[in-house]
């Protein structure tokens, strides 16, 4: 493959280059994939080829998933899967009877009783009806249309196709899209490769990453004058933040949506990793019906789960939906049309889902080992949270909120003058700069919080709480120990 | 969605079988799938012999390059990092020895992902005109579908029927003078063998795609999920192998994607969503970005990647399961050969149908020559003509074929599309029903 042409052809360049392709990918920036994992990949390869280094192996804490880092999944959702994928195991005396029905029940529903077949564009309609029950019971009984739910290769995908729906118009009319800074890198490189116009609502890091109104009403006035805001979309519980929003606040941002005619778009793929005390997770489709048929009436909303965190983590299998509120059927037919271009979500995450909504009930045989381990996972998650917000905050010159929810931490670090100018100087992001020396010093792979958005002058780093505890308290001392060593270095 | 499936509202819960039936066939392959992805989402079943050794020793290996030993973890954005590496050691194999880099190759959720994200990079919102690609008419909805998503215009180019479908370069040509003039044509789509024609390009025909494409400064975009299904004399040959084959400059400076799936094949896996595309001399400079699309996406989904792997190193000569899996295959392709002769014969004895060669592909495509009174009475019922027709046959005899006109086809001519992938009895019973029917409705219209 030469770069360089022969005979006469050498002066034509190529067919698509920088210039031509689609400027909006160029500005494509998603941090999670980014160049720090790129360098993080590198260094792995390099110690598998015996390479010395001060350490034997790279911690992948940038990533949320859960399984890379030994969490082991929940046996009864291995066992349909396994069920499901090889029929023949329904002979096998191994597999308990709750199981079986659920997997007989899912290829039931699958063409040719496969899940290797294709399904309708917007999954497996029974799968559909459990999630919207799913949705009914979790939100005390307000119903869900399974007609309004759309299956998705993880909750990506359905957020991607929401605002592939949303943005359109030129120039100042262009579609605005408010999100919160810092925010989970898929939006801003969505709005990005769309062309959408991202318009910035920061969250108060004093006040825990908390929402205030004020301040969406000063980013969205300031955005009037040079856009058409018509999307908001908040994370709920906050990726990187872990903040779980108060009641009080979700039916602000829903009044406010009201108000400013904004598509609401709740992203709630944490909403069982809810830890500190006095926090509680509360659904906007249910908040919003509660505030009754003015609100529930009016309000455009879509609402985002997925299978990849949560207690499960099974991220590989891209499974996850979207749940619509009140969207113009008009538009709903052209959505419908949208997704069809995908064919279908893939189908054991389709089927996986269905456990998720659908998990063993009190009277069946897994029910004592499934709750034990969902359990176990999520105290893990909850301990975790607090040695990370504990040891952190024993360090000078790191500062760590409580981690609410998620998975993540996302302590705000003083980084000296001395490596900002550096930083600076080779045109890198401080914190970008520091988290790069971490990985080569300690083999440590976490995400700049430039990558995610803070505050003009502020630095921070996302980590997940993902390691065991054993081996989060080693990385936790370690990244204080680099922190620092690295002060001293710039000071 | 089939419009059948708009007007009939039965019918949207048809699954889709099409793919479905031959899987079914495909006993020891597809079992020999189910047994190691079992294994692989339920690792006690490794050590267990409830299963063949060999699948649970697949399994194992495949385990091995899962993250944290689990099919619940990310993998790197392109893809388990084996399996790639085996996917490109397929397509040299598959190629006669042309060599196949692993990082040009990202696998996704099926064909149309790869293909809708190799798009997005093509498609310049900003340049003055509208981005136009060409594509092949008739065509399956999906790929021009993507392109309008995107903003950009799908440019058809009539194949030509009398001649088998085939492409004709004159017609090439006088799509992209006609796309030059309004839009900014950037790509050339073709899918070989052909969805819905059956066609199967030759080289010669290939090589005057490349040379056109050469000079007319077009990416090519190479649809070849269906490189299983060659029926006859006829020989699938991969766009890069011609391209390779015809050495230097075009082989050097053809820009190429060509796309794979675990859709079609002897797999039909098409739910575990698992599919590839190789990228032929991109500039590296925009290879960095393909790479930023893709990881928006995360990764393909672990199930499908794991198919793929299955799909693309099916037991080789010396396996244990390999006589078995040899016999299977040559049954399947027996069988297919045998539906595709019969098909054509019984359309092409019936009076009113003409079935042009099916020489490769999951369908047949043959023309409706209907009579007037069925034109008129499908125009008061407000629908296409081959519309009404494949509804009445739904109806009337239960068998489903979709419309010419979901795929495109010169004004005045009508076609349907059926699968021709289905065991030999459920074939025969098809033609028999669609005999039957068709008999009767050329005499009730004429």
């Known amino acids: ?491 | 969605m089939s419009v059948l499936q708009e007007i009939n509202p039965n019918v949207r819960n048809l699954k889709h079988l099409e793919y479905v039936v031959l899987a079914r066939r495909a006993n020891q392959i597809k079992e020999e799938l189910q047994q190691v992805l079992a294994a692989c989402l339920d690792p006690t079943l490794v050590n267990s012999d409830k299963l063949p050794a060999d699948a649970r020793q697949r399994a194992q290996r495949l385990l091995g390059g899962c993250v944290g030993g689990s099919v619940g973890s990310y993998t790197a954005t392109a893809g388990i990092s084996e399996i790639v590496h085996r996917i490109s050691e397929f397509i040299t194999r598959r190629d006669g020895g042309v060599p196949s880099h692993p990082e040009n190759i990202y696998i996704s959720p099926g064909s149309q992902w790869a293909l809708t994200n190799i798009l997005k990079i093509l498609v310049n919102s900003k340049s003055s005109s509208q981005t136009a690609v060409l594509t092949p008419l008739p065509s399956h909805s999906t790929t021009s579908l993507s392109i309008t998503s995107l903003g950009a215009v799908a440019i058809p180019y009539n194949l030509s029927e009398e001649q088998g479908w085939a492409l004709q370069m004159e017609e090439l040509h006088r799509a992209l003078e006609f796309a030059k003039g309004l839009y900014n044509p950037v790509a050339l789509y073709v899918i070989n063998p052909g969805n819905p024609s059956g066609h199967v390009q030759s080289r010669k025909s290939m090589q005057d795609v490349i040379r056109f494409v050469s000079e007319k400064r077009l990416f090519l975009l190479a649809d070849e999920v269906y490189q299983d299904f060659v029926y006859g004399e006829h020989e699938f040959l991969s766009y890069k192998r011609v391209l390779a084959e015809m050495g230097p400059p075009l082989a050097d400076t053809v820009e190429l994607a060509s796309f794979h799936s675990v859709s079609k094949g002897f797999m039909g896996e098409g739910g575990l969503r698992g599919g590839y595309v190789e990228l032929v001399n991109v500039d590296p400079a925009v290879m960095k970005y393909i790479f930023k699309k893709f990881s928006m996406d995360a990764c393909a989904p672990v199930l499908g990647q794991l198919a793929l792997d299955l799909m693309l190193n099916p037991p080789q000569p010396g396996d244990p399961s390999y006589p078995l899996y040899n016999v299977e295959t040559r049954n399947i392709k027996t069988a297919v050969a045998n539906n595709v002769k019969r098909a054509c014969e019984v359309v092409n004895s019936l009076p009113g149908f003409c079935c042009q060669p099916v020489q490769g592909g999951a369908f047949a495509f043959p023309r409706l020559y209907l009579p007037p009174k069925a034109i008129q009475k499908a125009k008061e019922m407000g629908m296409q003509p081959d519309t009404f027709y494949c509804l009445r046959l739904l109806e009337e005899n239960g068998v489903f074929a979709s419309p010419g006109c979901e795929y495109g086809q010169k004004e005045g001519t009508h076609h349907i599309r059926f699968c021709i992938l289905t065991p030999e009895d459920t074939m025969e019973e098809l033609l028999g029903r669609l005999t039957s029917f068709h008999t009767q409705f050329m005499k009730d219209f004429s």
């Open chain 1, 1 to 491: 493959m030469s770069q360089q042409a022969v005979n006469g052809v050498q002066s034509r360049g190529k067919v698509l280059t920088l210039d031509n392709m689609n400027p909006n990918v160029k500005q494509v920036y998603y941090a999670v994939r980014g160049p720090i994992v790129q360098r993080a990949v590198q260094i792995e390869k390099e110690l598998k080829e015996g390479v010395k280094k001060p350490f034997t192996e790279v911690i992948k804490a940038n990533i949320g998933d859960a399984h890379a880092m030994g969490q082991k999944p929940v046996t009864f959702l291995r066992q349909v899967l396994a069920l499901c994928s090889y029929p023949e195991l329904l002979e096998d005396t191994k597999f308990p009877e709750d199981a079986k029905k659920r997997a007989r029940r899912i290829l039931e529903a699958c063409g040719g009783h496969s899940i290797g077949a294709y399904s309708a564009s917007q999954g497996i309609e029974c799968i559909r009806q459990d999630v919207a029950r799913y949705i009914e019971k979790r939100d005390g009984g307000i119903s869900s249309d399974p007609d309004n739910i759309f299956l998705s290769t993880g909750a990506s995908d359905a957020i991607v196709t929401m605002l592939k729906l949303l943005v359109c118009g030129e120039g100042r009319d262009r579609t605005g899209v408010m999100i919160s800074i810092p925010q989970y890198p898929l939006y801003s490189a969505a709005l990005a490769d769309l062309g959408a116009v991202q318009i910035n609502y920061y969250l108060d890091e004093d006040k825990c990453w908390g929402l205030d109104v004020t301040e969406l009403k000063r980013s969205l006035n300031a955005a009037r004058q040079h856009c058409n805001p018509r999307v908001l979309c908040i994370i709920n519980p906050g990726n990187p933040t872990g903040q779980v929003q108060s009641r009080q606040c979700i039916e602000d941002v829903i009044r406010f949506a009201k108000e400013e005619h904004l598509f609401l778009m709740a992203d709630e793929v944490y909403q069982d990793n809810v830890y500190a005390e006095g926090c509680e997770f509360h659904s906007f489709k249910k908040v919003l019906f509660e505030m009754g048929p003015e609100y529930s009436n009016t309000v455009e909303m879509a609402s985002f789960h997925s299978t990849s965190k949560c207690y499960m983590g099974e991220c590989g299998f891209r499974g996850g939906y979207m749940e619509i509120i009140n969207m113009d059927p008009e538009v709903k037919a052209q959505l419908i049309k949208l997704v069809s271009v995908r064919l279908c979500p893939p189908v054991p995450g389709q089927a996986l889902l269905d456990l998720v909504v659908n998990p063993p009930q009190p009277d069946e045989p897994s029910y004592a080992t499934f709750m034990k381990e969902r359990t176990a996972v999520l105290a893990a998650l909850a301990e975790k949270a607090k040695i990370t917000e504990q040891i952190f905050n024993t360090v000078p010159g790191i500062t760590c909120n409580p981690v609410q929810g998620a998975m993540y931490t996302f302590p705000r670090i003083t980084l000296p003058q001395k490596a900002i100018d550096k930083a600076k100087a080779e045109g890198q992001a401080p914190d970008m700069l520091y988290c790069m020396r971490l990985l080569e010093e300690e083999g440590i792979c976490l995400v700049p919080g430039s990558g995610f958005g803070q505050r003009e002058g502020t630095f921070h780093f996302r980590m997940t709480i993902l390691p065991p505890t054993e081996k989060l308290k080693i990385v936790l001392q370690k990244i204080s120990a680099f922190h620092l060593r690295f002060t001293q270095e710039f000071s």
